[in-house]
């Protein structure tokens, strides 16, 4: 079946083949109907291309689709061969000015802060990095696709328009000429032609909706029966379960699936099915049945072939299209032409029209497509780009209705076009003028919001899932009308002014319906049962808070305009209060000889809103009116004797009782949703046009009022009237309310409205309430927030609001009041406050929380203890108020304020009977300071003439009328600056009399005559003075004080010593016993040489070693027969060395360890915590930890952040991940040491151990081989053996039976880590994978300290050396618990590398063993042979010997792959090392033949010898000091000169290592040969396979680039290397080697042990073998991830200029690399601590558990 399709496919290929582009052309041009020509040879051709099959080949569709039906028409508009044709075209084509590079998902985009009109502005790479705008403030973002690049775009820029690139392309005469004048009129008319006729077909096939039978012209005679089941893709199913109903449905693969639901999510719809109509469509009900249980069903069409097929050419056709106009301008502006021009039918007509109407209708890769089209044809042609903004404009009604109903996000809908007409200043003005567009977009949106309640409110209760989705969609016309509003006009046309206001109008309206939404009564008695809905009227008042500013912006840019908004906008306000009778009797309030008629009103029993937007435009514009000055030239225009203050300040100042009322807690059974509230209503997001504008408001009703009236009315709405109207009321009140919080709650609501008196009088901050700038807001904004503590920049920008731009003002005004520290290696850059700008600090400043009050005011008296000053916090200096609210002052001095002050003042003295608070007491203090301050300035200010009539001072000194002859403020203030009970607030009250004195002395000198006023500043200097003295004699006195003290306690020590004498002696003896028993272990005799090594080996006396288990805390010694001792211990697979990570092993269960290759693919490494335990502690701990996961497991199901099943435990102490222990010896070599009796040199010992070795294979073999009869005595006589060798004796084993388990089980762990294979504790490469992790650790350590150019020893922390310690032991000693013949067989292959014998057959290469490995494994299993042999040599002789053979063997190594480059350096060397060189090269090169390299100088080959040896020697030291426990000779404690003649002293090398070989020349040089004999290393030398050489380079991550944004480019250019091209959503780069990533997705899971992995997962496996590093490009974070279940994320190395990372990209500033942390990550990772650091991370945030974090 298969082969029949084959060759009817060749066979249609080949008839397609063979149709001629160019003869189809001059068909076309012969024909008098061209439509029904071209449509016939569509309506022929195109099913025979596309939809051939279930799958779609896009190679061949192309191929075919350009030759058979593209390339005629390219023929037709060319005439000739389209490669010259367009290239002609090209050519006399002007090159655009615009760039128009439209960005695809995840590529950079740059805006500049500096100059763009708006943050919509941006640049694509190329031309951000060829413009000025490189060295302005920019933003850096990650594209969500689909927009384009500005570049050329005068407008969008205020200066630096042009790139490098696009600034050649301004022509000389800048005036518009039309492109056409470069095309012929025959060219023309046949573009016209083809464009009308192929935009036409594509509108019409895309836009048809038959499923069945196609349109007219392109009916086929000969009609397949094949359909597909067409999947589209919703923004209501996830991709599990459309992956599950697939499976289902039409019964493929999960693989299968996922590649489906990956095209339809990527191209909105993929074809599931192919086949005949019934079999399409039972997999259509399958797919609806099983998606509609939830939500709605998923959108299936089973399809006619034929119809897909020209829907697939459609696109390809917009797509050509787009491509063909990018010739010429004039192709261009035919296809804007053809594409708008109106149709028969009339309005709406044209393809333009017919496309963007029926946008919703298309699945997302056509709307993409002809988006496309659309942004590189109407957009980049100015004159057609007018045009299209006009239809948009007109349509836009319908188009937004569409987007309704549509369940596509807005990305992909046409409507998320008007970013890119409604940001451009000329067409947002002329689409105001012209079409009115303000007015739409209102009107569009109040058609959306339907809810209303009886008063025409919105309302938002119990909205369903629909209108809660609706209302997300409704969100975008408001961001459309923020781009309209978004650059303000200079120039006002009558035009602009009165669309405006029309718009205008409808803004009210909108407000209208806002004002006075979700209302809200206090709940009494049972707790609210339901949370009222709060959050979508939020939220819609967040999103407006930008266009409410924008719109006081554009009236503020006409006088006329401000004054129209503000007659409209109070017109509205008194609609709406008419609207609000809440049945408001009116009352008469008296006090104090004053009264006022309000209205009867409890804000804690009636209806409350706290949505008030109309009032709060009102003030807004009212204080616009003072700041331009209008007030004042035209008050005749204004409505101000309309205005009823009492009216304006009554909503207002309900909201601010309600904030107070919630603070005192009277609201607490309304639950969550109003403390929500009320938070929002102060939150930095919605304070600008909410609690801010309250304050307006109130400071503009009360600045035309009485302000004993104002503060009558304020007394009634906080409930507070009677307490301060009758005398006495506050005594009877305490004394008989036996409620305390009824009290509590008076006393907060009395702060509460102290501190909103404060506030109004004085906030003045605002530009036209106070004489200020916006930037002395900004100023004092940034002043309060950095009195509570040093921020960051990015915590700043937070706290402070943003305008439309995204801007806060910050950067302007930071440099005058901060200053910046620098970060260190975490943390982040810190901006502190200037001391300077500490007395501009307001403590009841109106934008802290309380708890930044509490802050701010501990943090300043604080800074004032600091500095020797009083703790007093005085009112700062205020600027004076505009005209228009200067009369705001005077409610300091009125009547009704004094009252309040006295009645305070008054229960602060008598304080026991009255319910007062210190806080009261604080406020009024406060306030009394503001009014003399205020008076202060009067009296500076006042001139000759002016009588000053703010007379606070001489009020406050008169007694009080109401009780006779009361006492005055004054006198009360100094009454209570010496109450015992007030010690917080001295300061205070002291500071307020001294401001007194002053202003006093002032006003006399200014009334007797106009003095200068420095003697009120003498007088303050002199009791600043006083002050200063008593301060001074009080510290002295405290100092005195203090050292009789220390006097007496030293005195009270020196006789308890004296009295417990024997105790104390005791104690020091302990000391001096201890301190000398170190000074043993370090021979304090310079002298002596110490050598590690040898029969000359430093003898060294063992010292006893107790330690402490952390679990059960007993002591106890480390001992052979002890219990065992166990340090923590992990133990992991590692590529940290590698130089070769592609080597994978084939089968772990037949590979053979033995022999470590130098590219250390893979090595295991040891760390250690270096805490200790006993061995049955531990196992008890192991224990208990199993038995609560199963429990756990059975209960949750998710991860921890260790494996139990694969023995991991976290250390109990430090928490350290685990996953054995080791065990804690002695040092093993003391225990099988003998004398030595015998000088072997290095050829005899050769020659001995080789007999030894004979006699075991002979023996080993008899064993196989011979009958078990046979006694072993006999064998015995039969062999010659070697004097004193004793094959039969088995050595007896010292260690106690619990340490030969604990040998076991770390031995067994090591195995199964290192091999990844099931614990087998007898198999022979147990031993093998404990020798090869201590070698390969010791390198480790080796590389971390040569890599950081410090010393070998001296340096290693703790952990490092316990661990180095216990694991070379451990090694030297798990030969006791092998079997011995196992590792005397790995001894002897281990040496026949080396010394070949009869028996090894095809031995390794000396170039492919690392040296290091071997000698570890060499020494380390040599005691198993040593233990047999009664000769008398000592263990010493043989570790020297074998370190010889290897060092020698490592030289030649060296030799034959060095390198030797030129370096022209002469370097005066000891003539013998030179001659010694030579020497051993010419031997060498004698057995290796002609082919070795030739050398120069011998002293050059000498010094690489010396720089390759250099590693292997560091990592011998360090082998042999732990191994024998001889001290370290202080000069390689110190990184020095001459490291390597003190390492060959340490390791009893001669220095001139070459002496080796003449020592030995004989035996060496047989070795030598058969060294050079082995096939590998003649390919070597014959060019035919590579080697490593030495030194090897140490491995770092890759190199970053400095600036990320280059990053982000790679990124957006890296595409899925799965699915076809498709850009990856997540990419992420592996910083071990550079890979780019597909991560998070789909489509390169693969699988790994079974189980499905994300593609960064399955990478840690072949480069880091389980653990991994990278960097997620999009987010800029850095992920950490260790085997499937592990992983954290962790800060990335990028900094912003504020010393702050930015995870996720979200701020945008340019990031730049910190190599600081770069090499900080480095470091964790060449130490082996990545999977430790997930460890500590997963402990301390539970969240990261439960991220599955294989899928990434």
């Known amino acids: 079946m298969a082969s029949d399709l084959e060759t009817e496919v060749q066979a249609i290929d080949r008839s397609l083949l063979e149709c001629s582009a160019e003869e189809t052309a001059l068909k076309w041009l012969q024909t008098s109907d061209l439509p029904k020509e071209i449509y016939k040879h569509l309506a022929y051709y195109v099913p025979k291309i596309y939809c051939r099959g279930p799958n779609p080949a896009p190679q061949r569709e192309d191929m075919l689709t350009q030759h058979v039906l593209l390339g005629p028409m390219e023929w037709y508009l060319c005439g000739e061969d389209p490669a010259f044709g367009f290239q002609k075209l090209e050519q006399s084509n002007k090159p655009s000015h615009l760039c128009g590079r439209v960005f695809k998902v995840g590529e950079p985009t740059y805006s500049c802060r500096d100059c763009a009109v708006d943050p919509t502005c941006v640049l694509c790479m190329e031309c951000f990095l060829g413009s000025v705008h490189r060295e302005h403030r920019y933003r850096m ?89 067409m999947l589209f893709n919703d923004e209501v199913h996830t991709y599990e379960q459309v992956i599950y109903t697939l499976q289902k449905a039409v019964s493929c693969t999960q693989k299968e699936a996922i590649g489906f639901a990956t095209t339809v999510d990527r191209d909105g719809r993929r074809s599931v099915r192919y086949g005949d109509f019934q079999y399409c469509d039972q997999a259509k009900s399958v797919i609806v049945r099983s998606t509609s249980r939830q939500t709605k069903p998923l959108k299936v069409q089973v399809m006619h072939s034929a119809i897909v097929a020209h829907q697939s050419f459609g696109l ?250 503000y007659k409209k906008c109070l017109t509205t306000l008194m609609q709406c209060h008419s609207g609000f009778t809440d049945g408001e009797q009116p009352i008469d309030l008296n006090m104090c000889g004053h009264s006022v008629e309000t209205i009867r009103y409890c804000v804690s029993q009636e209806k409350v809103s706290i949505h008030l937007p109309v009032s709060r435009l009102l003030a807004g514009l009212h204080v616009l009116l003072s700041k331009s000055e209008v007030a004042y030239k035209f008050p005749e225009q204004l409505p101000m004797s309309e205005l009823s203050p009492p009216m304006l300040i009554e909503h207002p100042l309900r909201c601010l009782v309600l904030c107070g009322q919630v603070h005192a807690g009277m609201w607490r059974r309304n639950g969550f949703s109003l403390v929500n509230q009320i938070y929002h209503y102060h939150n930095v997001k919605c304070r600008r046009e909410m609690f801010d504008k309250d304050i307006v408001m109130l400071q503009t009703g009360a600045s035309m009022m009485d302000p004993n009236h104002f503060l009558m009315i304020m007394l009634s709405r906080f409930e507070l009237y009677q307490i301060f109207s009758t005398p006495d009321f506050g005594k009877r009140f305490s004394s008989e309310n036996s409620n305390k919080d009824v009290v509590q709650q008076n006393s907060t609501l009395i702060e509460e409205m102290l501190y909103l008196i404060i506030i109004i009088v004085g906030e003045r901050f605002i530009p036209g309430v106070g004489q200020v700038t916006a930037t002395d807001e900004i100023k004092r904004e940034i002043i309060h927030q950095l009195s509570i503590r040093p921020m960051a920049h990015s915590e700043l920008v937070k706290a402070l609001p943003e305008d439309e731009n995204k801007e806060t003002g910050m950067e302007s005004v930071i440099e005058a009041v901060a200053c910046f520290k620098k970060p260190g290696l975490t943390g982040r850059g810190l901006y502190e406050l200037k001391p300077e700008c500490a007395k501009y600090f307001n403590l009841y400043f109106y934008h802290f929380s309380r708890a930044e009050q509490s802050k701010a005011e501990e943090a300043q008296r604080k800074l004032r203890r600091q500095n020797r000053e009083d703790t007093a916090l005085p009112p700062p200096v205020l600027p004076p108020f505009c005209p228009l609210f200067e009369s705001l002052i005077n409610i300091l001095q009125c009547d009704i304020m004094l009252c309040i002050m006295r009645t305070i003042l008054q229960w602060a003295v008598e304080h026991n009977g009255h319910a007062w608070s210190e806080s009261m007491l604080q406020r009024v203090l406060h306030l009394i300071g503001m009014a003399l301050q205020e008076e202060k300035q009067h009296i500076v200010n006042a001139d000759e003439d002016n009588v000053v009539t703010f007379t606070f001072s001489q009020k406050i000194s008169r007694p009080g009328e109401t009780p006779r002859n009361s006492p005055s403020i004054l006198a009360m203030l100094e009454t209570l600056q010496n109450a015992p009970h007030l010690e917080v607030h001295k300061d205070m009250i002291r500071w307020v009399l001294k401001t007194f004195n002053a202003v006093k002395k002032l006003g006399e000198k200014s009334s007797a005559s106009p003095v200068s006023e420095t003697e009120g500043n003498i007088i303050e200097e002199s009791s600043r003075d006083k002050e200063k003295a008593e301060r001074k004699r009080k510290a002295e006195i405290a100092r005195l004080r203090r050292e009789k003290i220390m006097a007496q306690m030293s005195e009270m020590q020196r006789h308890f010593i004296d009295e417990n004498k024997e105790l104390f002696q005791q104690t020091l003896d302990e000391l001096e016993t201890s301190t000398s028993r170190v000074h043993e272990n370090s021979p304090s005799v310079s002298d002596t040489k110490l050598t590690a090594l040898g029969p000359e080996q430093t003898k060294v006396t063992a010292q006893r070693q107790v330690v402490t288990c952390i679990l059960c805390q007993e002591e106890q010694e480390v001992k052979v027969d002890n219990r065992a001792m166990v340090l923590a211990a992990f133990v992991q697979r590692s590529t940290v060395l590698s130089k070769n990570r592609n080597k994978v092993i084939p089968d772990p269960e037949k590979h053979d360890p033995l022999f470590m290759h130098p590219d250390l693919s893979c090595g295991t490494h040891t760390g250690s915590c270096g805490h200790i335990m006993h061995a049955h502690c531990w196992q008890r701990y192991f224990d208990a930890v199993q038995a609560k996961e199963q429990r756990r497991q059975q209960r949750l199901r998710v991860h921890t952040s260790y494996d139990v099943e694969n023995g991991e435990f976290l250390c109990p102490l430090c928490e350290c991940l685990s996953n054995t222990v080791i065990p804690l010896l002695r040092p093993p070599r003391t225990l099988f040491n003998r004398l030595d009796l015998s000088q072997q040199n290095l050829a005899q010992w050769i020659r001995t151990i080789s007999q030894q070795i004979k006699a075991l294979c002979m023996l080993r073999d008899q064993e196989s081989a011979s009958n078990p009869s046979c006694s072993n005595s006999d064998k015995m006589d039969e062999l010659h053996l070697p004097e004193g060798f004793r094959p039969e004796f088995q050595p007896k084993n010292p260690y106690s039976e619990s340490i030969k388990e604990m040998l076991k089980t770390f031995g067994t762990a090591m195995y199964k880590v290192g091999l990844k294979v099931h614990p087998n504790e007898e198999d022979p490469r147990v031993p093998i994978m404990c020798w090869g992790s201590c070698a390969y650790t010791v390198q480790t350590i080796e590389r971390i300290l040569a890599d950081e150019e410090k010393p070998l020893f001296g340096h290693l922390s703790c952990r490092q050396d316990d661990c180095l310690t216990s694991l070379t032991r451990f090694a030297a000693a798990h030969w006791t618990v092998s079997s011995l013949s196992t590792v005397q067989g790995h001894f002897c292959m281990l040496l026949s590398s080396l010394v070949p014998n009869e028996k090894s057959g095809n031995l390794a290469c000396i170039l492919d063993i690392d040296m290091f490995h071997l000698l570890v494994c060499l020494v380390l299993s040599f005691p198993a042979v040593h233990s047999q042999d009664f000769s008398g040599v000592s263990h010493g002789t043989g570790d020297i010997h074998i370190f010889h053979l290897v060092t020698m063997a490592h030289i030649v190594q060296i030799m034959l792959t060095s390198s030797t480059e030129e370096n022209g350096m002469d370097q005066e060397n000891p003539a013998g090392e030179e001659e010694s060189v030579l020497a051993l090269h010419k031997c060498l090169g004698q057995y290796a033949g002609s082919t070795l390299k030739e050398i120069s100088s011998g002293w050059h080959l000498w010094r690489s010898i010396k720089a390759g040896i250099m590693p292997f020697l560091r990592c011998s030291a360090m082998f042999f000091h732990y191994l024998n426990g001889v001290p370290v000779p202080p000069e390689l404690q110190v990184s020095g000169a001459n490291q390597f003649e003190h390492l060959c002293s340490y390791l009893s090398l001669p220095n001139n290592l070459i002496c080796l070989f003449q020592e030995n020349s004989k035996i060496i040089n047989m070795l030598i040969e058969s060294w050079c004999n082995n096939d590998e290393l003649k390919r070597y030398l014959q060019g035919q396979r590579q080697a490593i050489s030495y030194p090897r380079e140490s491995n770092k991550l890759i190199d970053l680039p400095d600036d990320y944004s280059c990053l982000i480019n790679q990124a957006s250019n890296f595409s899925c290397p799965k699915s076809g091209g498709d850009k990856s959503r997540a990419p992420t780069l592996c910083l071990v080697c550079g890979t780019m990533l597909c991560s998070q997705s789909y489509c390169c899971q693969t699988e790994l042990e079974g189980e499905d992995v994300g593609a960064c997962t399955a990478h840690t496996f072949i480069c880091g073998s389980g653990v991994g590093i990278f960097l997620r490009v999009r987010e800029c974070q850095v992920l950490f991830l260790a085997g499937k279940t592990k992983g954290c994320f962790y800060a990335p190395p990028y900094l912003d200029d504020y010393g702050e990372t930015d995870q996720g990209l979200r701020r945008g500033n340019p990031l730049h690399l910190c190599r600081e942390r770069f090499k900080k990550i480095q470091k964790l990772w060449q130490q082996h601590s990545i999977t430790e650091e997930i460890g500590h991370a997963q402990e301390a945030n539970q969240t990261l558990v439960g991220i599955d974090w294989q899928h990434l």
């Open 141 to 229: 973002t990650t594209s969500g696709g689909g927009g384009f690049c500005d570049c050329g775009d005068t407008e969008a820029w205020r200066e630096g328009p042009y790139c490098q690139k696009h600034e050649h392309n301004i022509s000389e005469t800048e005036e518009e000429e039309d492109p056409l004048v470069h095309l012929s009129e025959d060219m023309i008319a046949k573009v016209y032609n083809i464009f009308a006729i192929m935009f036409q077909y594509a509108v019409d096939i895309l836009t048809w909706e038959k499923e069945n039978y196609l349109p007219p012209g392109l009916e086929t005679v000969e009609k397949s029966d094949t359909y597909y089941c």
């Open 316 to 565: 390809k056709l917009l797509t050509w299209l787009g491509n063909i106009i990018g010739y010429s301008d004039g192709l261009r502006r035919i296809l804007c032409q053809v594409g708008l021009q109106e149709g028969p039918e009339g309005e709406n007509s044209s393809l333009v029209d017919k496309l963007m109407l029926s946008d919703s209708k298309l699945w997302k890769g056509a709307r993409s497509v002809y988006h496309q089209l659309f942004m590189s044809s109407l957009l980049m042609d100015l004159k057609y780009k007018k045009l299209f903004a006009i239809r948009f404009a007109r349509n836009y009604r319908q188009l937004q209705r569409d987007f309704m109903e549509d369940d596509h996000e807005r990305p992909v809908s046409v409507t998320a076009l008007s970013v890119q007409l409604f940001t451009v200043p000329t067409l947002a003005r002329m689409l105001i003028i012209e079409e009115n567009l303000l007015t739409t977009i209102i009107s569009t949106f109040m058609d959306h919001l339907r809810h209303r309640d009886i008063q025409g409110r919105f309302q938002f209760e119990r909205y369903t899932a629909l209108q809660a989705f609706k209302f997300r969609r409704v969100q975008s016309l408001i961001l459309d009308l923020k781009y309209v509003l978004i650059s303000k006009p200079v120039d006002w046309s009558d035009d602009l002014r009165q669309r405006f206001l029309d718009g205008f109008d409808g803004f009210l309206e909108l407000l209208k319906c806002m004002q006075g939404m979700d209302p809200i009564t206090r709940q009494v008695g049972q707790h609210i049962e339901m949370e009222p809905e709060w959050e979508a009227a939020f939220t819609l008042q967040m999103k407006l808070t930008h266009v409410i500013s924008m719109m006081q912006d554009w009236c503020a840019l006409d006088e006329k305009v401000l004054i129209e908004a």
